[in-house]
């Protein structure tokens, strides 16, 4: 199959190529509380960029509990569909937590209605069966019941596979 660039593909009108610039959100204290851990610089969580309506934070942590990680995901979304900013600049939403030097990990995402939904009801059950999705070391569980098992510790996390190991 032959590829073709933008421009083959639709030659005519023209394109402007410009800086991305995000929109930068200062992160409730009760969402960094929750969240903890460290920034992928290494810095303590403070400041989002959106970009494109997109929110996305990421957690280094020194421990590795899928339990632990879903809980405080979902507390940060709850605080997070209470502050009226993100709510309007984001449209989709996801927080993935990594226990630091290594491949294991949990994103969750989700819209803000779900998010608010659970702020309000605090049912984790049917958070994790309304989020757009759960993923664990590269898993994505798509199906409600598991995601609840894998919270509940009745399934263990898959291991990682298709990252090679680092050396100690």
Request: proline letters at 8%.
């Amino acid at each position: 199959m032959e590829r073709l660039s933008p421009s083959e593909a639709k030659p005519t009108g023209k394109r402007e190529y410009g800086e991305i610039k995000p929109v930068i959100l200062k992160l409730p204290e009760a969402v960094v509380k929750f969240l903890g851990g460290a920034d992928v610089f290494g810095r303590p969580l403070k400041e989002m960029p959106v970009y494109f309506r997109s929110l996305t934070i990421v957690v280094y942590e020194d421990t590795f509990d899928v339990k632990d990680y879903i809980d405080r995901m979902a507390a940060a979304f709850a605080e997070l569909a209470a502050d009226p900013q993100f709510i309007k600049e984001a449209d989709s939403w996801a927080i993935q937590m990594q226990r630091r030097k290594s491949q294991n990990f949990v994103t969750l995402s989700c819209a803000p209605k779900e998010a608010s939904d659970f702020g309000r009801s605090r049912d984790i059950s049917r958070f994790l069966q309304n989020c757009d999705y759960l993923m664990i070391n590269d898993t994505i569980i798509s199906k409600p019941g598991d995601r609840l098992d894998y919270y509940n510790g009745k399934i263990k996390p898959p291991e990682q596979t298709n990252i090679p190991k680092q050396s100690p």
